[in-house]
């Protein structure tokens, strides 16, 4: 429902929505409420986009979750939902790398990417989840 960006080098996150009654719309152009509809109708009709944009909601709006409702019990709910691991190519993806990357990439890309998404460092435990999981299976790769 919804298509996000990462900018690798800032940290900053952009989406659209690509489904839904806001469809066309970019994130950024809603109020908090309008989100949260958004967050509503993902949760319901796409759990993967609802991941997406808890990170998001987390980075825009820092308080937006319900009331005893941590980040941490939110992924680990959805992380029982997910239907499936990450791809190598999803994995490619997340890191920023061509399919393909060695080792020494994978690694340069996940210390870059984590030191920027790592919920120490203003980041979120969804994102630095993502991240690290995408190094996971790429390593595989490479034993």
């Not at 409420?33 to 967050?39: D, H, I, K, N, R």
Request: charged share 35%.
């Amino acid at each position: 429902m919804i298509e996000m960006e990462l900018d690798h080098e800032t940290g900053k996150m952009r989406g659209v929505i690509l489904a839904g009654p806001d469809e066309g719309k970019e994130l950024d152009a809603l109020t908090r409420p309008q989100c949260e509809v958004v967050y509503d109708l993902c949760r319901r009709d796409d759990p993967e986009g609802a991941r997406l944009l808890e990170a998001y909601l987390d980075r825009r709006f820092a308080g937006w979750r319900p009331a005893g409702e941590t980040q941490r019990d939110s992924w680990r709910s959805e992380a029982r939902r997910r239907s499936g691991a990450m791809s190598q190519d999803e994995a490619y993806e997340v890191l920023g790398l061509q399919k393909g990357a060695s080792r020494e990439e994978v690694v340069r890309s996940h210390r870059s990417l984590i030191k920027k998404l790592h919920p120490d460092h203003g980041g979120t435990t969804d994102l630095a989840a993502r991240v690290n999981e995408a190094k996971e299976v790429l390593m595989r790769r490479h034993p």
